[in-house]
């Protein structure tokens, strides 16, 4: 068999990662199925620092990237993710990298996006090279995948402190926020890359911030990772709090700067990750709350990956207390398996990884034989007739077995798949289905000799 050179370097840990993925996937399957969760909502990278953004009736979610088997939080480019149902996500890669500004050296940590003026502004902290000390920067992209890049070439602002987080308040003043360990914001020009005076420190007091225990330099819950906006004329600021590990609170205030008055905790110190990060945002009549933890096989502290949950707030506007799960949010609406999807959107994926394809976007790779692709609520209707699908194999292919249910449930259709002579030469193989009716969770299970069997980039079913 051919063996495959990978288009993206990865380090062996991740393929052992979804080996495990697989294989607790598979012994949840035998014990009930309940298991088969949708938190988190990546798996086949890790993932961290969630800053979803609601554009055009679909969430963005930016995430920063946690390099396999890291003892630190080694971190080189920043990731996108979308869906318009809150539980099928799809991957669009990295459109933005340390390597997208010239004078930064390291530590692509935890971003921001915000739409604005027809362009997408992701600030970002890193390293600048020239000092030493973390910067803020801001990249630019009239398209919320990308790719971006650098508005200023040099930093927005730089006081050695990290994540950034923008606010765009009702009258059109947008507000740039950030610290650890203090907290800060500017006022934003409506360019959105530059601003007006200085930096203004806000005043980290108990009663804005909670009273910290057991930390002598800390008198404050805040610790990092604020995330503000505006709801019912109430200004909330959530904020990663205390450390380590870290819990999230908020505080709320009448206007943008303050005065801020604490609130209370939302999510307690809870999962493997000693860090956590915040993202709020409403999505067609509900709310959701983002974060990260280290539930992943392999996954702890500097291998972190993005979840989320549904909450509704309180009568009075207070947030409630919210745990971590692995049912994740419920789905808004279903799927449609009748127009083309992309191959790297997905509910859950064991054992494959996703890479940049030749046709543009992403596509599925490192197939092996009993990975698969879970695909949730798709709506069949009255029938689908046939399965189409655009395939790539350097080997001698294998299987596409298209399952009802469960990854062992009933099979609609088995679709063979060729050698093309190349990982990204593609061509389309088709089948017939039978079945494949109401809305089911779909279930893309692979097949076939062993190491690699053949990339997917697309599919669609037929009426």
Known sequence: MTSRPPLLARPPSTRAVARLVSLLCVIALFQGGAARADNPIVQTIYTADPAPIVHNDRVYLYTGHDEDGSTWFDMRDWRVFSSSDM???????????????????????????????????????????????????????????????????????????IDPAVFIDNDGQAYLYWGNPNLWYVKLNSDMVSYAGGPTRIPLTVEGFGRRTGNPDRATLYEEGPWVYRRNGLYYMVFAANCCSESIAYSTAPGPTGPWTFRG??????????????????????????????????????????????????????????????AGAPQVGTLNPFVRQEAETSAWASGVETEPSSEGGMNVGYVNNGDWIKVKGADFGTGASSFSARVASAASGGTIELRMDSASGPRAGTCAVPGTGGWQNWVNVSCPVSGATGTRDLYLRFSGGSGNLFNLNWWQFSR
């Open 265 to 326: 905790t939302i999510m307690p110190a809870q999962g493997s990750s000693f860090t956590n990060h915040p993202g709020v945002i409403d999505f067609r009549g509900n709310s959701y709350f983002f974060y990260h933890n280290g539930a992943l096989p392999g996954g702890g502290g500097f291998t972190r990956s993005v979840a989320v949950e549904r909450f509704q707030y309180e009568a009075d506007g207070t947030i409630p207390t919210i745990s971590m799960t692995t």
């Open 87 to 161: 539980v099928n996500w799809t991957d669009h890669g990295s459109p933005l990298s340390l390597a997208t500004f010239g004078w930064a050296s390291a530590n692509a940590w935890a971003g921001h996006v915000v739409a604005r003026n027809g362009q997408f502004y992701w600030y970002v902290p890193v390293t600048n090279r020239a000092t030493g000390r973390m910067a803020i920067g801001v990249a630019v992209s009239n398209s919320p995948t990308g790719p971006f890049r650098d508005a200023l070439g040099r930093p927005l602002v730089e006081n050695g402190e």
